[in-house]
């Protein structure tokens, strides 16, 4: 088959995309230069459907949050890797105000149906999960480079007409790097570096993420990470001294002081992100055979396979990007002019 979609990353976006387009039946070939400075390589991997200091719904969890087990679960079966897991969160109030918070959001029935039991210093929240990124990586990796769909190169600037001539359309979905390439100028990107910490640790409950400004989650048998920092505006995705010991602070705090546990690793990433903290996708404006999955912020485990799935039906049937999501809601359109033009391949 000719290989219709050429996909620039192979990160998470550039994984789930590929997978989808496998699953549709559409040619396509990848590219990924080895992870160098991949984001998902520092991810967690969590599904947290109540989040921030405010605790705020994840968006559109009710349908994303299914629709991700669904395809992580696709995944497994078809990779022989587990990658999903069932968790709850032990979330432990920060202060006064995040208390009154939740007392006042569960009073109107906002938290709905993930606030679970209350405790003396915090609540549950249900119908979490974890996603193991680093295995879902490694397993597509393996399985589209003995396919020969995989190149390990990096892409360069030079290689876009070319690639744009010989492909019907090439998807950019190489995170901070797109970001800061200059393809999608128009995008008002924002960046949110984040650092984690790995840890052995002896005892913790395998189905419970602990949380409390940071989370701890356990990761295998006498293995957690704590994390995650955020640092908008940084973009050196180098792990720093600074977040170490704050990491390690939060892991006693989690933890409780009788509890000894080492570090046995440390990683970092830069998050990209939008203003409107939603995700984008789409068309280039002007250049309608390039395209991008990209700002996936720090819910990429939850809102890639919806991106992908969008692009899957827009290249078979020419549907419209949601526009919550769509790259066209960052021009400044015309009434009338919803989105860049679109043509199918398949
Ligand atoms: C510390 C930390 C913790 C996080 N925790 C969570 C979490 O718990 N849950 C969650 O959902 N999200 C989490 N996130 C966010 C998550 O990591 C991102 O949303 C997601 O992984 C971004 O994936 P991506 O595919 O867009 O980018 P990336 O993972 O950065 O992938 C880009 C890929 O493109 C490749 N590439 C780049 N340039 C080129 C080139 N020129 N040529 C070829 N290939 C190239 C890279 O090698 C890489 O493989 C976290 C992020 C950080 C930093």
Redo the contacts with the bound molecule.
Sequence with gaps: MRPDVLI????????LLAWELERAGIGFRL?????????????????NPITGRRLVKSWRIGTLGPAARDTYRALEAELGVPLWRDLRVRRRFADERERHTWRDKVARGELAPYAGDAEADGFWIEHAAR?D?GAL?AAARARWLSAGRLRV????PADLARETARHAIVID??????AEGGRFAFVPWEYS????LELAVAGLDPGVVINRRHWIVPVGAGAAWV???HDPGLRDPRPTPAARAALEASAQDLLGAGTPFAVTGH??????TLPDKRPVAGRHPDQPHLGL??G?????????PLLARQWVDHLQAATPFDLEVDVARFLRLPPGRSTPSASSVG
């Design positions: 620039l990353g192979q990160g998470l976006a550039g994984t590219v990924d230069c080895g992870h160098a400075g991949a984001a998902t390589l520092a991810a967690a991997g969590i599904i996603v990124l990586l190169e990096a892409f360069g979905c190489t995170g901070r790097a797109a570096k984040g650092e984690m994390g995650a920092t990683r970092a990433g830069v998050r990209v999955i990209n996936l912020g720090a819910k990429g485990a939850l809102w890639a």
